[in-house]
Structures are given as C-alpha cells and as structure tokens.
C-alpha cells in the first residue's frame, strides 16, 4: 500500500502526534494514521447524521484542541516564538479559538457548532490549517515587537 503524500507534511505529522497523544492509555498505538482521522473527516452525509443543534462532547473537543495546538506548533517552528493555542467554548458548541505568541493575538477564529467539528477531507483539513498559519506568520511579521513580548 502506498501511503498518501499527504502524511509527509509538516501539519499532518504533527496532527498525528497531538491526536495520538490524546490516547494516554495506549490504545490506539497499533492503529494506522488513516485511522486517526477518522472521526474528524466528516462526509456530507455523516454531517447530515448529526443534529444542527448539540452540545460538543469532550472528544470532539479535544480533537479541536488537537487541531489548533498543531497549528500552534508550526507557527513556533517558524517564527522561533512560543504560540499558545486557547479554546473557549459555552455548552451550545460557540466560543473562539485564539493562538496567541507573545502578547499578540495571532489566529482568532469564531466556532459554531462545535460538536459538527470536522472537514469534508484530509487536504481541506491542511488548506484550512495552512490559511491560519499564513495569516498567523503575516501577523507576527507585521507586529514582532508584541510578537516578543
């Protein structure tokens, strides 16, 4: 079996290392990557399955923490800053994902529907996460003084 490209980059990797570090009892450590990003890959017609209304359950949650704390952890890798990603979230699944380096706001994305986190694949999951990085690096670029703080 030849393994997708898309497992060699950089966001992808580190997306296997945050969601296998969600699994603190070892049982996941036989299971493939592909398999990994299964509850994240969300078809139109597993989104249809779930409701338009609900609460976000604790692994969905940590899958967005996975999500964002990757993110995080390219924007380290390039800028040589240390990036905090942070998740607030109500009970409905509303709240704000903020990645913040320094004292500087560098990624602050508005979530809805937090318990339907997902994407319709594995290369828009990476298109997403790349267009936060890029904006995130422009920011720290614009502003490195508060970058720095």
């Not at 450590?29 to 604790?58: S, V, Y």
């Not at 967005?64 to 109500?90: P, S």
Request: proline share 4%; glycine share 6%.
């Amino acid at each position: 079996m030849i393994e997708d490209p898309i497992y060699q980059t950089a966001f992808i990797k580190e997306m296997i290392r945050q969601l296998r570090a969600l699994d603190q009892h070892g049982l996941w450590d036989g299971l493939p990557n592909e398999a990994l990003f299964e509850p994240l890959l969300l078809t139109q017609e597993r989104k249809a399955e779930i409701p338009l209304i609900g609460n976000p359950d604790t692994k969905t949650i940590a899958r967005l923490q996975a999500f964002y704390n990757a993110i995080a952890v390219l924007i380290e890798q390039e800028c040589g800053r240390m990036a905090t990603a942070l998740i607030t979230l109500n009970d409905e699944g509303f709240g704000r994902a903020l990645i913040i380096v320094g004292k500087l706001v560098a990624v602050d994305k508005t979530l809805r529907d937090a318990h339907r986190f997902g994407f319709a694949s594995l290369s828009k999951m990476k298109t997403e996460a790349d267009a936060l990085l890029a904006v995130a690096l422009e920011r720290i670029g614009t502003y490195p003084e508060v970058a720095g703080l």
